[in-house]
């Protein structure tokens, strides 16, 4: 057996654990993964990035990898067939040229992706569209994640990234978790949390639930869900009150600070406990403890962004920062933990519908003008569309000459993932055009016109952003299978195809072209970054001396225009669908920590697969458990006014009697089948994390468990084998 050892980055978070992988190169498969000394990471690993790896050997668990473009060649009632990519790029090319023809090119729009593909991919996707379609209709998961984030912090500080590096929070000397349970999303980044506590730090854990984060909190804010910004404005307004705040600070480098004092006046404690659920003297002692160090660090995620007020959380979040003049040092700051390995740099490479590459804005004439000398055509100068309003735009469109027809999904399964997957399905039937780029079958590629499979990572070259902004080197491990392409190379392809020719040779020549675009990018050449390991954006100089920058906003020097944080703030309103007579109860959906998104790679990776199977679970209270008459492992319903699934009951006092909770990575429990579409107005985010629900019990156990069975060998039928748009075709 001849092996050799290869350091890349993992695929599963924004943690960017680096990984010591060794391969046999006569089998071409991998053997182990260990941890390697990355700066976020230290050497260690979660249990994903130790054996999450497998699917990469193909051991078909749930599905097979795709190996050959596939084609439905007699309209859309037929069957997938396996074709050429000479065909299958004519095919893609051909329809997207009628249809921009016919109905311009804003009745198109294509994804990015923050999975596998890694920078080099997304930055030829994105300009793909602006270039060869001629529209800014390009996204990416970031819409259904951190978008709110990015919104809110581009606003309140200029940048919407972590302002402070991954290393950094075990320095910190309170570590406000809000909405975030770093255990289940990162669990190296958790490490941090726990490392900071052994060293003195105080915890503060907000969360509607008692999460791992919650049992090693000092202080649980076992809030209300859907009461972020009762919270955090009632902590600002507490801090402005007792004069907790950095005078200096806020006269020097803030503006907006008076609206606030206005707008959270009336936000006493007592009056956000009847919002929250809390204790009011439980807020003052909130406040007190975050604003009296200069090493308070705000931790969030999904618990903030996912809601239709998450823009307004976010930026009542950096309001706390810059109130306490929490910024610009060394372990203090605002951390938005990226979920998925490179949803960070899907947005620095800008697949997102305003922003360039670099966050320079479509809108800026300065910055349109730049790219349109550097890729050789006019660009459009109007803001596109967000993926979430995919489905009002292809079945309620304003007027028909704004109607999506054409949708390519690059690394993504909106029949999973999204909110209201109904709707969903509806969109994709109407669709006139449905391209999915991806490496397995999923439940959206079984509504493709054509299939487009690519490498995976682990079978190609490229770079990720970390959570923390760390650009860091993804390296082939094996060889693909025969019959795929890069991802770069398949867009590239159909590019030249549609007459805007791409004639990339390799991942480096993609950096190179998009640094040179980007100027806190600049710095980051690929042979520095073999050099260092790991370069945090900003980075302005190619020279070896300027490593990055690990901590941002320095003495108070926001990223905005003049310089200056910006107090933003807005009253709170409740969730859009509440609770009623029908509907008793609430649904939010979390993450699960042995699977990734929507499982397609953990799923199938032996070790991981067996830590949870179909149909997965509902996180119910005892109390409610008994009042249902519903135990242990039973399978119920669960229902929402647009649809419902079976699970199995998961009795757990983590949980409130009037909340539940569930994963989104089933098939048949499938809790999209339930939760809402509306949309947080700025960001676009759904309300993942909150609408009305039932639970019911279901007496004929026998009759729920065939039915499981049936649905779940149905589903992995379709799937696996037959690629029969209606499902229930033949084996292969
Ligand atoms: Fe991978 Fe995240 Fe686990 Fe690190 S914490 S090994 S990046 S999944």
């Given at each position: 057996m001849t092996t050799k050892q290869i350091v890349s980055t993992c695929v599963y978070c924004g943690a960017g654990c680096q990984i010591l992988f060794t391969v046999d190169t006569e089998a071409n498969r991998i053997l182990e993964a260990t941890g390697s000394e990355g700066h976020s990471n230290d050497g260690t690993l979660c249990l994903k990035g130790r054996y999450g790896w497998d699917f990469l050997n193909d051991p078909q668990i749930l599905t097979k990898r795709l190996t050959s473009p596939l084609l439905r060649k007699n309209g859309r009632q037929s069957d997938l067939t396996p074709v050429s990519w000479d065909e299958a790029v004519n095919f893609v090319s051909q329809r997207l040229t009628d249809i921009k023809k016919t109905h311009g090119p804003d009745s198109i729009l294509c994804t990015g992706s923050a999975r596998g593909p890694g920078n080099e991919a997304n930055y030829v996707m994105q300009k793909f569209v602006r270039a060869c379609l001629g529209t800014n209709n390009v996204d990416h998961c970031a819409r259904i994640c951190h978008a709110a984030s990015v919104a809110g912090l581009l606003v309140s500080l200029g940048s919407g990234a972590m302002s402070l590096s991954v290393p950094e929070i075990e320095e910190a000397e309170v570590i406000f978790n809000i909405g975030y349970n770093g255990p289940d999303s990162h669990p190296?980044?958790?490490?941090?949390?726990?490392?900071?506590?052994?060293?003195?730090?105080?915890?503060?854990?907000a969360d509607p639930r008692r999460t791992e984060?919650?049992?090693?909190?000092?202080?649980?804010?076992?809030?209300k869900g859907g009461s972020n910004l009762a919270l955090a404005n009632s902590l600002a307004h507490v801090i402005i009150a007792e004069n907790l705040g950095d005078q200096a600070f806020i006269k020097?480098?803030?503006?907006?600070?008076?609206?606030?004092?206005?707008?959270?006046?009336?936000?006493?404690?007592?009056?956000?406990?009847r919002i929250t659920g809390l204790n009011p003297d439980e807020i003052r002692a909130t406040a007190r403890i975050?604003?009296?160090?200069k090493h308070s660090v705000i931790l969030w995620g999904m618990g903030v962004c996912q809601f239709s007020q998450g823009v307004e959380v976010v930026k009542a979040l950096a309001n706390l920062g810059l109130l306490t003049g929490n910024f610009g040092r060394r372990a203090t700051g605002v951390g938005p933990v990226r979920g998925q390995n490179n949803v960070q740099g899907a947005c620095d490479m800008g697949a997102l519908p305003n922003y360039y590459p670099g966050y320079q804005s479509v809108t800026d004439p300065a910055a349109r003008a730049k790219f349109e000398a550097a890729w050789g055509v006019p660009l459009p100068d109007k803001v596109g569309l967000t993926l979430t309003r995919v489905p009002e735009f292809v079945l309620h469109p304003p007027d028909k000459s704004k109607q999506i027809r054409a949708y390519w999904i690059f690394g993504e399964d909106p029949a999973q993932s999204d909110a209201y997957l109904a709707e969903m399905r509806e969109t994709l039937e109407k669709l006139e055009l449905v391209i999915v780029q991806d490496i397995y079958m999923n439940k959206t590629a079984q509504y493709a016109d054509v299939i487009l499979p690519s490498t995976s990572w682990g079978e190609h070259d490229g770079v990720y952003s970390a959570c923390d902004r760390a650009f860091q080197r993804i390296r082939k491990l094996?060889?693909?299978p025969a019959g795929v392409l890069t991802d770069w190379e398949i867009i590239s392809r159909v590019s030249t195809a549609m007459g805007y020719p791409m004639k990339y040779r390799n991942t480096e020549e993609i950096w190179n072209e998009l640094i040179n675009l980007c100027p806190s990018f600049k710095g980051a050449t690929y042979e520095k970054l073999e050099k260092l390991g790991h370069i945090q954006w900003p980075c302005r100089s190619a020279d070896l001396s300027d490593v990055g920058t690990p901590f941002l906003h320095r003495d108070g020097n926001f990223a905005t225009k003049d310089g200056k944080g910006v107090f933003s703030c807005a009253e709170w309103q409740p969730p859009v669908e509440v609770e009623n007579a029908e509907y008793p109860l609430t649904l939010s959906t979390v993450r699960?920590?042995?699977?990734?998104?929507?499982?397609?790679?953990?799923g199938n990776c032996r070790t991981l697969r067996n830590l949870e199977d179909e149909p997965g679970w509902v996180q119910m209270n005892p109390k409610l458990c008994n009042q249902l008459g519903v135990y242990h492992g039973q399978l119920v319903k669960i229902s929402s006014k647009r649809g419902w699934c079976i699970t199995r009951c998961l009795p757990t006092d983590r949980v409130k009697p009037d909340a539940v909770y569930m994963t989104y990575q089933w098939w048949i429990g499938a809790c999209n089948e339930l939760t809402i579409g509306s949309l947080d107005p700025i960001s676009n985010t759904p309300e993942y994390k909150y609408c009305a629900c039932r639970v019911e019990k279901i007496d004929n156990q026998a009759w729920a468990e065939k039915y499981v069975q049936n649905e779940y060998q149905t589903i992995r039928r379709n799937m696996a084998v037959t690629f029969d748009r209606k499902g229930g075709g033949k084996a292969a």
């Open positions: 190296i980044v958790a490490r941090r949390i726990v490392r900071a506590r052994q060293k003195g730090a105080y915890i503060i854990c984060t919650a049992r090693i909190a000092h202080k649980h804010l076992q809030l020097d480098h803030t503006k907006g600070f008076d609206e606030l004092k206005k707008l959270v006046q009336k936000y006493t404690p007592e009056y956000a406990a975050y604003a009296a160090s094996i060889e693909p699960e920590v042995g699977h990734y998104s929507v499982r397609t790679m953990t």
